[in-house]
T-cell receptor, first 109, second 116 residues
Framework: SQELEQSPQSLIVQEGKNLTINCTSS?????LYWYKQKYGEGLIFLMM?????EEKSHEKITAKLDEKKQQSSLHITASQPSHAGIYLC?????????FGTGTRLQVFP | GAVVSQHPSWVICKSGTSVKIECRSL??????MFWYRQFPKQSLMLMAT?????????EQGVEKDKFLINHASLTLSTLTVTSAHPEDSSFYIC????????????FGPGTRLTVT
């Protein structure tokens, strides 16, 4: 079965700092999703990557999928308190989504 | 984007009782719905996949007799936690997707279940 490992598990950064979250898959990724979750709430779709080497950006968040399609990174530039939450990567597995272990981000002023 | 709702948003029940959670796709027909549970500080774990009009497919380790899933229409799926116990307390999230392989999943806001 496919497993997704995220690192770091948790992250505390000062507002304005850049940060990177990694997602490593045990198998080739055929579709990689990034979501953000506020504690106790649903998931907010951020981005989806499919092609090796693909990179997408939205506002201050950039996600990349490596050429081998086994690792993805999520980079936040100039972090803000509004970026705080749990970041989850998800791998498309036929019609299912398998989620990574999650990264909890805290941003302090 | 597509909207998925869940009801109730939170529920407290006594041990031994059953609780039903609804998941609705409000503006699209969801041929497939998924149920996840999430424990505090943990990721989402897929419980089961349900297709409209057919029996749900449960992930390994999930008791199908305890977690009853019904997907009676293209806009509604229900999860019933039968004979709930405190260890069933969790955050339950559903998602819905349209037809076709690789269709995007839209997530509900979640339901927090507390069993006392």
């Amino acid at each position: 079965s496919q497993e997704l490992e995220q690192s770091p598990q948790s992250l505390i950064v000062q507002e304005g700092k850049n940060l990177t979250i990694n997602c490593t898959s045990s198998k080739t990724l055929y579709g990689l999703y990034w979501y953000k979750q506020k504690y106790g709430e649903g998931l907010i779709f951020l981005m989806m990557l499919q092609k090796g080497g693909e990179e997408k950006s939205h506002e201050k968040i950039t996600a990349k999928l490596d050429e081998k399609k086994q690792q993805s990174s999520l980079h936040i530039t100039a972090s803000q308190p509004s970026h705080a939450g749990i970041y989850l990567c998800g791998a498309a597995n036929t019609d299912k989504l398998i989620f990574g272990t999650g990264t909890r981000l805290q941003v302090f002023p | 984007g597509a909207v998925v709702s869940q009801h109730p948003s939170w529920v407290i029940c006594k041990s031994g009782t059953s609780v039903k959670i609804e998941c609705r796709s409000l503006d699209f027909q969801a041929t497939t719905m998924f149920w996840y549970r999430q424990f505090p500080k943990q990721s989402l774990m897929l419980m089961a996949t349900s297709n409209e009009g057919s029996k749900a497919t449960y992930e390994q380790g999930v008791e199908k007799d305890k977690f009853l899933i019904n997907h009676a229409s293209l806009t509604l799926s229900t999860l019933t936690v039968t004979s709930a116990h405190p260890e069933d307390s969790s955050f339950y999230i559903c998602s819905a997707s349209g037809p076709g392989p690789g269709a995007k999943q839209y997530f509900g806001p979640g339901t927090r279940l507390t069993v006392t």
